[in-house]
Nanobody, 114 residues
């Protein structure tokens, strides 16, 4: 059974930066894609960025500020978040797509506040 765990969340002031990490462990399933999602208070979960091979896609709300990177062989993924805004406050989730299912982490809280 595969497992996914995020880390790196915290409290940051507007304009600041944070780097989230995601690591997949457990059974050695092949990875089709890796993505970051977030869910703000009272909002639906939304995809922030996705990495498919070497191709990246971003939500318009974070394009130019966030950078997704990862290594399928190392089974790790990162989200570098710059120029953070208060509206980026959310629980951020890592999702790793295997051949038969998507594995989700428990989430890490990111709070942007002065």
């Amino acid at each position: 059974q595969g497992q996914v765990e995020e880390s790196g969340g915290g409290l940051v002031q507007p304009g600041g930066s944070l780097r989230l990490s995601c690591a997949a462990s457990g059974s050695r399933f092949s990875i089709r894609s890796m993505a970051w999602y977030r869910q703000g208070p009272g909002e639906q979960r939304e995809q922030v960025a996705i990495l498919i091979g070497t191709t990246t896609r971003y939500s318009p709300s974070v394009a130019g500020r966030f950078t997704i990177s990862g290594d399928n062989a190392q089974r790790t993924m990162y989200l570098q978040m710059n120029a953070l805004k208060t509206e980026d406050t959310a629980v951020y989730y890592c999702a790793v797509e295997g051949p038969y299912k998507t594995y989700w982490g428990q989430g890490t809280q990111v709070t942007v506040s002065s």
